[in-house]
C-alpha cells in the first residue's frame, strides 16, 4: 500500500505504516499511480484515478476534513472512527515482503532486525524510512521512545533535547 502522506514525521504516517505491516500489507514508496490503494495527506489530487484514496487531513488531534471530499477519496478519520479497536486477522509471516523503497526492500522480520539499547530519541522527520526505522521501529523493538520535531534551528532543537531529555540523534540535526 503507498504511503504519499506529505508529512513523514507525522502520527498518522506511523500509524499507517503499523496498520499495513499487522495486516500482512506492503509499504511501498516506489509507484504512487499503479495502487489499488494511496494513502495521503490533504493533497490527494495527483493520486485521483482507479484507486481508493484514503486522505488525512494531519489535523493534530486527528479530526476529519470539514468539506466534503470527491468521490473516490475516503476520509481517513471518518473511517477509522466506525472500526473496532481490535484486528482479529491473521498475522503475516516473518518472510512477507513489508517495506519496498528506491533503495531497499525488506520483510517482516527485517523491519525488527533492529540494535540498539532503549533510549529517549529525538528525530527531525527528513525521509520515510529515516523517520520509520529511527521513529517507529527503534523505539518499538528497544522499548525506547521518540520525540519527534521540525525545525531547522540548531539552537532551538537542542532546548528542545534538553527538556525532552531526548538524546539528539544524527537525523535531529540533519546529518545523513
Do not use: K
Not at 502522506?5 to 509507484?31: I, K, N, R, S, Y
Amino acid at each position: 500500500m503507498p504511503l504519499a502522506l506529505e508529512a513523514p514525521g507525522h502520527w498518522l504516517t506511523a500509524v499507517w505504516q503499523m496498520a499495513c505491516w499487522q495486516v500482512g500489507a506492503t509499504v511501498d514508496l516506489t509507484d504512487l499511480r499503479g495502487p489499488l490503494t494511496v494513502v495521503t495527506g490533504p493533497n490527494w489530487g495527483p493520486y485521483l484515478g482507479p484507486q481508493d484514496i484514503y486522505a488525512c487531513a494531519l489535523h493534530p488531534l486527528g479530526f476529519g476534513f470539514s468539506e466534503p471530499l470527491p468521490r473516490g477519496v475516503i476520509d481517513y478519520s471518518v473511517e477509522v472512527r466506525s472500526q473496532p479497536d481490535t484486528y482479529l486477522g491473521a498475522s503475516p509471516g516473518p518472510h512477507e515482503l513489508a517495506w519496498v523503497d528506491q533503495a531497499r526492500t525488506l520483510t517482516q522480520s527485517d523491519l525488527v532486525a533492529v540494535t540498539g539499547r532503549a533510549s529517549r530519541l529525538q528525530l527531525r522527520p527528513t525521509d520515510p524510512w529515516t523517520t520509520c526505522r529511527q521513529g517507529v521501529l527503534h523505539a518499538l523493538v528497544t522499548g525506547g521512545s521518540v520525540v519527534v520535531v521540525v525545525g531547522e534551528n540548531d539552537e532551538v532543537l537542542r532546548r528542545i533535547a534538553a527538556e525532552e531529555r531526548a538524546l539528539m540523534t544524527d537525523h535531529t540535526m540533519g546529518c545523513e
